[in-house]
């Protein structure tokens, strides 16, 4: 409905407003002229393994190897796809927690398998992961946890303990654990980087990492992304590509190592204008009433809880009608979504300041 609207404030995208960074593009002119116009492995070239397993090891403090246990994908969500496709039979269970991005449930159904989606809940202004609840999901056919950190659309990101948790739980059940981290360098804390399941596990553990070029370097219409995993699974994913996509564009690969390479001064100066963002967004819509907030720990999104909203989207339905603020209803996260709204606030300042000015009306004749 917003697409075909004029003059609508889109908040409702998962994208920041920022265009790919000129050193990137140039970088992949470059390799076109180069001539990296030829098919390449299908688990990515080994110089952009190398380059990505040297970033794990800067950024992490972790070693991966990079011939056996990276898989470069065409985008974060085809390396879920690889991820789920190579742990899930038909008719296995897949637990998720929610509320997240749809893709990861929609997959695990389209491998034919069933999604336990388990809503984190909030508790005391903090969403949380309730254990209690996985426990009781889990089947004999269990095969596969996965979660988002940080979280679209709740902000959230696991804490030391939830990550030793997780592991134990997957451990104890014998299941993969697949951790979604394509936010990883949108994070408020005090590191540079959200601390990476990759940090706790043994390179036998049964894990997956989930991890994209999109969000981090301003890359989502390129679609390159990677999968860091356990090496039978690693290996099995090259297989699988073949099938798929064989592997990601080689021109874009060679340009993704000089973002790797020399991407921390644009990531640093993103993430000053993304915290401004989202302190002027949380900040305005503590001030309206009937929402609650809790403060994002990373990535772009605020996911407030609207007091006594049951149908989220009728209620983003009428705020783009009246207001032409567009927002992302909860409903579509999953379970535990729907009484919430997503807000992107990777926009320009003076769009966020008219959409809460807009919004703040609308809750106020709410
Ligand atoms: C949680 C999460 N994972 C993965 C992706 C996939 O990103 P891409 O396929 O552009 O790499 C997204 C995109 O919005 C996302 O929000």
Known sequence: MAMGMDGVLKLYFGESNVPTPDYIKHAAQQAMTDGYTFYTENAGMPSTRKALASYYRKLHGVEIDPSTEIVVTASGVQGLNMGIRCTLDPGDEAIVLTPAWPNGSAIVQMSNAVVKQIPQPMVNGRYEIDFDALEAAVSSR???????????????????????R??????????????????????????????????????????????SFSKTYSMTGWR?????????????????????????????????????????????????????????????????????????????????????????FEFCKRILLETKVGLAPGVAFGAGGEGSIRICYAAEMKILIEAMSRLGDFMSRR
């Not at 269990?142 to 030793?164: C, E, H, I, K, V």
């Not at 959200?194 to 596990?201: E, N, V, Y």
């Open 142 to 164: 269990t095969r596969l946890l996965l979660f988002t950190s940080p979280s679209n659309p709740l902000g959230w990101a696991a804490t030391s303990d939830d990550q030793d």
């Open 224 to 312: 390159l992304g990677w999968i860091v995993a356990r090496r039978d699974l690693a290996a099995r994913a090259a297989q699988l590509n073949e099938f798929v996509i064989s592997h990601a564009a080689s021109f874009t690969q060679r340009a993704a190592e000089t973002a790797l390479a020399t991407g921390e001064a644009q990531i640093a100066e993103m993430l000053q204008t993304l915290k401004a963002n989202r302190d002027y967004c949380a900040a305005a819509l503590a001030k309206m009433p009937g929402l609650t907030v809790p403060n994002p720990e990373g990535a772009f999104y605020l996911f407030p809880k609207v007091e006594g909203l049951i149908d989220s």
């Open 166 to 211: 997780l592991l134990e739980f997957s451990r104890r059940h014998s299941l993969w654990l697949m951790a979604d981290e394509v936010y990883e360098r949108l994070y408020f804390g005090d590191s540079q980087v959200a601390p990476s399941i990759l940090k706790k596990c043994t390179r036998e553990d049964a894990v997956i990492v989930v991890n």
